[in-house]
């Protein structure tokens, strides 16, 4: 199975910050990569596919970037509707598998 | 605009079967891939599997022995079944529906979810 890893594990910021989420892949998943949030007590919601492809509707302070195994989520300016939890998935092999997940909370 | 909607008993006993049932509405279960994901409380998301009602079944190899996905066309209705159960399957269950994207090299994704279903194993 490939791994996915995240870091940080959490993070603590402001309103207005540049937040920035890594993810690792165990081995090399080219662009096979999507971004989810997920507020507490709510199903994930999607947010990027491909790496670095925007779903519909998902505000452009939102972007990713990487391939291969290194790939990053990037909020330029970070809103209070953004303070949720970020999954990263691969879909490049089965079984398809999740990061741990990256909290970032209010400073 | 799809809306998936998770159903099925909340409590479940060790070894027997957890039955869920996901209605999707606003898009035909013939046109996607259905998948079923699921997050035990405060710990992240694991894929269990999808179906596409034309294909072949897929499960991740944890669950495969004990999992079975199905779609009931003329309900429009993804179901997922899971034997045996322990409380290590005590989570919530997410179904979600799986898209592609248009380019290629870009995988699948899951691109709208139910709200979820806290199923637990207890006796």
């Known amino acids: 199975d490939i791994q996915m890893t995240q870091s940080p594990s959490s993070l603590s910021a402001s309103v207005g910050d540049r937040v920035t989420i890594t993810c690792r892949a165990s081995?090399?998943?080219?662009?096979?990569l999507n971004w989810y949030q997920q507020k507490p007590g709510k199903a994930p919601k999607f947010l990027i596919y491909g790496a670095s492809t925007l779903d519909s509707g998902v505000p452009s302070r939102f972007s990713g970037s990487g391939s291969g195994t290194e790939f990053t989520l990037t909020i330029s300016s970070l809103q209070p509707d953004d303070f949720a939890t970020y999954h990263c998935q691969q879909s490049h092999s089965f079984p398809w598998t999740f990061g741990p997940g990256t909290k970032v909370d209010i400073k | 605009q799809v809306q998936l909607q998770e159903s099925g008993p909340g409590l479940v006993k060790p070894s027997e079967t957890l039955s869920l049932t996901c209605s999707v509405s606003?898009?035909?279960?013939?046109?996607?891939?259905w998948t079923w994901v699921r997050q035990p409380p405060g710990k992240g998301l694991e894929w269990i599997g999808f179906?596409?009602?034309?294909?072949?079944?897929n499960y991740s190899p944890s669950l495969q022995s004990r999992v079975t996905i199905s779609v009931d066309t003329s309900k429009n209705e993804v179901s997922l079944k899971l034997r045996s159960v322990t409380a290590a399957d005590t989570a919530i269950y997410y179904c979600?529906?799986?898209?592609?994207?248009?380019?290629?090299?870009?995988?699948?994704?899951?691109?709208?979810w139910g709200q979820g279903t806290l199923v637990t194993v207890s006796s």
């Open positions: 081995q090399s998943i080219g662009a096979y």
């Open positions: 179906f596409y009602y034309s294909g072949s079944p």
């Open positions: 979600a529906r799986q898209s592609m994207g248009p380019v290629a090299g870009t995988g699948y994704y899951f691109d709208s």
């Open positions: 606003g898009a035909s279960i013939t046109s996607y891939y």
